[in-house]
């Protein structure tokens, strides 16, 4: 397991060079080429976190934060100014002890995302992972407007070698949950996840969709742990945010996962994400591979970001 965690971190490390290469040689070429601690040298900073997607309610505040600190502690030597960054950073991406309860009870996971943000692959993986933590999984294909939607989650879910409930193309969506939780409930399944539509061009159709999906569990699953996380594209930058904004209207989110980590020079998002909406990136992908989706851990995120040791804390 230790192994497998090595693996991840240097693959988070190669996944966010683009964002380092836009925001930390930025960053790192002001802390040395700046003699004082001035206006100049706040501005350049914060134009740098701006430009990798950190977002600018996010950026304010963290160079708010880094003012004050400088204040307090004194300090003179622009150089050290980036470990405070840093330390300012991981705090605003802090998730809290309970950001997976879900993975101890009985629990329906549902999952919305857009089309082509990795919704499907990403619902696979994390089926992969809580099986090899020995949990039953059942998964439910409630996304039942596009066809390839059910026959991908269906391919996903013979490869992580769990059961999957299914009607055809063009099926109820809550009849879909309504079965699959009755085959929760006889399977004596630990986690049931939920494959929902995404459709954000149509959200009042989405809204209404997902009141009645959530009615269906609260009737027919009360004592279920609820969770709903929504899939991020991070390629997508400050798009990726909008997303969750409108996400957040029509559901209440308790997470996200954020993928396509290794093709984008926009990894600054996860900051912004969490920094702003008060969601915690539960998740990050950064490849194809079926362990490529693994659990958020602001210290590994932030040590891969700025390339500094990876201290190997938190889990």
């Known amino acids: ?166 009607q055809k193309e063009g099926s109820d969506p809550a009849a879909v949950i309504f079965d699959a939780i009755s085959a929760a409930k006889s399977r004596n399944a630990d986690v049931l996840i939920c494959d929902t539509a995404g459709r954000l061009h149509n959200k009042k159709n989405l809204m209404e969709e997902l009141k009645k999906i959530n009615r269906i569990i609260d009737k027919e699953y009360p004592d279920a742990y609820r969770e709903t996380l929504v899939v991020l594209d991070g390629t997508t930058g400050q798009n990726a945010l909008v997303q969750a904004r409108q996400f957040m209207e029509a559901a209440e989110i308790t997470g996200i996962i954020l993928t396509k980590l290794d093709g984008t020079a926009k990894g600054g998002i996860a900051v912004a994400i969490q920094s702003e909406l008060g969601i915690p990136v539960k998740y990050v992908g950064v490849g194809e591979k079926i362990d490529d989706l693994q659990k958020f851990n602001s210290h590994d995120f932030v040590n891969a970001l700025f390339q500094t040791e990876n201290k190997g804390k938190g889990e």
């Open 1 to 166: 397991m230790e192994e497998k965690k090595k693996g991840f971190f240097a693959r988070l490390v190669s996944g966010l060079n683009k964002t380092r290469e836009n925001i930390v040689s930025s960053m790192d070429s002001i802390f040395s080429g700046f003699s004082a601690i001035d206006d100049d040298f706040y501005e350049e900073l914060e134009e740098t976190l701006i430009m990798g997607d950190m977002g600018i309610q996010t950026t304010m505040a963290v160079i708010e934060e880094l003012k004050k600190t400088v204040k307090e502690q004194h300090i003179k030597d622009p150089a050290q100014c980036r470990q405070v960054l840093i330390d300012s950073i991981q705090k605003k991406m802090d998730l809290g002890e309970n950001a997976y309860e879900f993975e101890n009870r009985k629990s329906v996971v549902l999952v919305i995302g857009v089309n082509g943000v990795g919704k499907t692959t990403s619902i696979g993986k994390l089926a992969d992972q809580l099986k090899d933590d020995g949990k039953r999984v059942l998964l439910a294909a409630a996304d039942t407007f596009r066809a390839a939607a059910i026959d991908q989650l269906a391919e996903w879910a013979n490869r992580a070698g769990v059961e999957i409930i299914a």
